[in-house]
T-cell receptor, first 113, second 111 residues
Framework: ETGVTQTPRHLVMGMTNKKSLKCEQH?????MYWYKQSAKKPLELMFV???????ENNSVPSRFSPECPNSSHLFLHLHTLQPEDSALYLC????????????FGPGTRLTVL | KQEVTQIPAALSVPEGENLVLNCSFT??????LQWFRQDPGKGLTSLLL?????REQTSGRLNASLDKSSGRSTLYIAASQPGDSATYLC??????????FGPGTRLSVLP
């Protein structure tokens, strides 16, 4: 176990649904990240939060909406997704933004029908 | 913009063999480089972190080196075992760009 948990582990949703992914870290870290991993593509950084403040939005469509209520929790709210959004969504955390090891959760496998 | 490549894309070796995985990056202005392992459909497990001021790190049968000036890192796995079968990813932590990942090397160690 890495100290980073994600729920749900699997999610199937229709294009008109609204759902949320949850990430929690028990490591006392200050920075949290959302990544997308699609088949045959490198991991893509989506969002970065540091001390609950968003520091990076990597040109992610607005149908993905992150929320970071505190340094231990990170959410990704999903709305009107497309089939091409089907992927493994990974959450990670690190002590601070730079120079520190990243720890990843197990991911949420999302399928959009 | 930082770009990270990994060679080979896939590798199959018999059990017991020593092997080297390669990672290259285009911008040497990095804080560190991290090697990860990913099993199918799972999250990433951190293997080794090399700070930009370091040349190598070792953990058990794993040894990672970093040559920042040439933009290269290698992951050496000694006496490979079937349990080492996984995808190995390298990622660089850059100034102003956070982590950029390579596409990975898929390793199969045959019994």
């Amino acid at each position: 176990e890495t100290g980073v948990t994600q729920t749900p582990r699997h999610l199937v949703m229709g294009m008109t649904n609204k759902k949320s992914l949850k990430c929690e870290q028990h490591l006392g870290h200050n920075a949290m990240y959302w990544y997308k991993q699609s088949a045959k593509k490198p991991l893509e950084l989506m969002f970065v939060y540091n001390f609950k403040e968003q520091t990076e939005n990597n040109s992610v469509p607005s149908r993905f909406s992150p929320e970071c209520p505190n340094s231990s929790h990170l959410f990704l709210h999903l709305h009107t997704l497309q089939p091409e959004d089907s992927a493994l969504y990974l959450c990670a955390s690190s002590q601070d933004l730079t120079g520190n090891e990243q720890f990843f959760g197990p991911g949420t496998r999302l399928t959009v029908l | 913009k930082q770009e990270v490549t990994q060679i080979p894309a896939a590798l199959s070796v018999p059990e017991g063999e020593n092997l080297v995985l390669n990672c290259s990056f285009t911008d040497s202005a990095i804080y560190n480089l991290q090697w990860f392992r990913q099993d199918p459909g799972k999250g990433l497990t951190s293997l080794l972190l090399i700070q930009s001021s370091q040349r190598e790190q070792t953990s058990g049968r794993l040894n990672a080196s970093l040559d920042k000036s040439s933009g290269r890192s290698t992951l050496y796995i000694a006496a490979s075992q079937p349990g080492d079968s996984a995808t190995y990813l390298c990622a660089v932590d850059n100034y102003g760009q956070n982590f950029v990942f390579g596409p990975g090397t898929r390793l199969s160690v045959l019994p």
